[in-house]
Nanobody, 124 residues
Framework: QVQLVESGGGLVQAGGSLRLSCAAS????????MGWFRQAPGKEREFVGA????????YYADSVKGRFTISRDNAKNTVYLQMNSLKPEDTAVYYC?????????????????WGQGTQVTVSS
C-alpha cells in the first residue's frame, strides 16, 4: 500500500512556474513508476508524464514536452513536477499516481495508487 500526497499547487500568471511535489509513504517507493495526470473541469483525466523507478527515464505528453520536467528523490520518497512557461490551458487539478508497471503508462487504469490532487490555476 502506498499513500500519495501532492502539494505545491496555486495561482500563477501565464508564463510563470510552479513546482509540484508528491510525497509517498508506505513500502517500496523506489520500485514504482510514478506518473502525473491532470483533470480540467468537464474533461477527462489526462496523462502529463511519468518517470521510471530509477529516475533515468521520463515520458511526457506532447502538450507539456519542453516545458515540464519530472524528477524524483527516492531517498525522500518524493516525486516532483517542475512546470515552466505555464499557459491558461494548463489549469487543472494535478494528480500523482504510482504503478509497478514499467514503461510509459500513459493511461489511468495502469496505476494502482492515486493522490488527492492539487489545484493549479494559470491566469492570462
Amino acid at each position: 500500500q502506498v499513500q500519495l500526497v501532492e502539494s505545491g499547487g496555486g495561482l500563477v500568471q501565464a508564463g510563470g512556474s510552479l513546482r509540484l511535489s508528491c510525497a509517498a509513504s508506505g513500502r517500496s517507493f523506489s520500485g514504482y513508476t510514478m506518473g502525473w495526470f491532470r483533470q480540467a473541469p468537464g474533461k477527462e483525466r489526462e496523462f502529463v508524464g511519468a518517470i521510471s523507478w530509477s529516475g533515468y527515464i521520463t515520458y511526457y505528453a506532447d502538450s507539456v514536452k519542453g516545458r515540464f520536467t519530472i524528477s524524483r528523490d527516492n531517498a525522500k520518497n518524493t516525486v516532483y513536477l517542475q512546470m515552466n512557461s505555464l499557459k491558461p490551458e494548463d489549469t487543472a487539478v494535478y494528480y500523482c499516481a504510482a504503478t509497478f508497471r514499467q514503461g510509459r503508462n500513459d493511461y489511468t487504469s495502469a496505476y494502482n495508487y492515486w493522490g488527492q490532487g492539487t489545484q493549479v490555476t494559470v491566469s492570462s
